[in-house]
Structures are given as structure tokens and as C-alpha cells.
């Protein structure tokens, strides 16, 4: 289901002006993987109910737990986005949650504050301000 809801959301040519809470709401499932990626960049992994994965790259961003320590193994029983703010919440079944808040703009170019590549490989990246990119996570970027 999250995947046809990612087709509807996310048509090729990457810009929409669809709501992304939808899609967001599908984060649901396993925390499979939480480490540390070159530049000090916390990297979480989730498996849904269909075995899909989803990665989450914390850039520009404040990441903070409510509850728990270790959160490899816990399970995220619901998502939300603030689309004007960027923050993410995912709350976990022992009644924690794990929130992504973004950083304030230093400069013009600042890194995005979050990435999230869904399981059909799309890359939502918020930031830096009230900026949403959708684009395939395959395609490089050029510039």
C-alpha cells in the first residue's frame, strides 16, 4: 500500500505540490539500523510491514530521543511531518519518540536538514527553510 501511495504522491518529474504527510504516515515498521555515516551523520533504518526499506539521513538537523537509549529494534508505530517546520516525529511502541528537528539557516549553503529515500527510491529532502526536493535517489545531481 505505502508503495502505490508513493506512486500517487511522487509522479515522475519530481515536483509536486501534493501533501507529503500522506506518504510520511506509511513510515511504519523496525528499526533495522541506527549508525553514524562520514560526516557524523546519523543514518536509521526502518523495514515496514511489507519487508520495504526506508532510510533516513539526519544532515542539518537535531536528532533526539524521548525514552529510550537504543533504538535499534524498536518499533515506529507512527510518523508525522510538520511541512512548515520539517520536523519529523516517530513515535515508537514503547511510547518514546525520536524526533528530527531542523537546524536554523547559517547561510545559502546550508545542506538540506533531512533525507528520506523511500523503498520504491525516491529522495525527499527538506531544507535548508521550507524547501521540499523530490527526485529519483538514483539520478545523480548535477550543477
Same mark, same amino acid.
Given at each position: 500500500?505505502? %508503495?502505490?501511495? /508513493?506512486?500517487?504522491?511522487?509522479?515522475?518529474?519530481?515536483?509536486? #505540490?501534493?501533501?507529503? *504527510?500522506?506518504? +510520511?504516515?506509511?513510515?511504519?515498521?523496525?528499526?533495522?539500523?541506527?549508525?553514524?555515516?562520514?560526516?557524523?551523520?546519523?543514518?536509521?533504518?526502518?523495514?515496514?510491514?511489507?519487508?520495504?526499506?526506508?532510510?533516513?539521513?539526519?544532515?542539518?538537523?537535531?536528532?533526539?530521543?524521548?525514552?529510550? %537509549?537504543?533504538? /535499534?529494534?524498536?518499533?515506529?508505530?507512527?510518523?508525522?511531518?510538520? #511541512?512548515?517546520?520539517? *520536523?519529523?516525529? +516517530?513515535?515508537?511502541?514503547?511510547?518514546?519518540?525520536?524526533?528530527?528537528?531542523?537546524?536554523?539557516?547559517?547561510?545559502?549553503?546550508?545542506?538540506?536538514?533531512?533525507?528520506?529515500?523511500?523503498?520504491?527510491?525516491?529522495?525527499?529532502?527538506?531544507?535548508?527553510?521550507?524547501?521540499?526536493?523530490?527526485?529519483?535517489?538514483?539520478?545523480?545531481?548535477?550543477?
Amino acid at each position: 500500500m505505502a %508503495e502505490r501511495m /508513493e506512486r500517487a504522491l511522487i509522479p515522475p518529474g519530481a515536483a509536486t #505540490e501534493a501533501p507529503l *504527510e500522506p506518504l +510520511f504516515s506509511a513510515i511504519t515498521g523496525r528499526i533495522t539500523s541506527v549508525r553514524n555515516t562520514f560526516p557524523d551523520t546519523p543514518r536509521i533504518e526502518i523495514r515496514d510491514q511489507h519487508k520495504n526499506t526506508w532510510h533516513l539521513s539526519v544532515l542539518d538537523s537535531s536528532l533526539s530521543s524521548s525514552g529510550t %537509549e537504543f533504538l /535499534e529494534g524498536e518499533t515506529v508505530v507512527e510518523t508525522s511531518l510538520s #511541512e512548515r517546520t520539517g *520536523e519529523l516525529v +516517530f513515535n515508537l511502541s514503547n511510547g518514546s519518540a525520536l524526533t528530527v528537528s531542523p537546524n536554523p539557516i547559517e547561510s545559502r549553503d546550508d545542506p538540506p536538514n533531512w533525507e528520506v529515500v523511500t523503498p520504491n527510491g525516491w529522495s525527499i529532502e527538506f531544507g535548508p527553510g521550507p524547501k521540499v526536493q523530490i527526485q529519483r535517489a538514483d539520478v545523480p545531481v548535477t550543477g
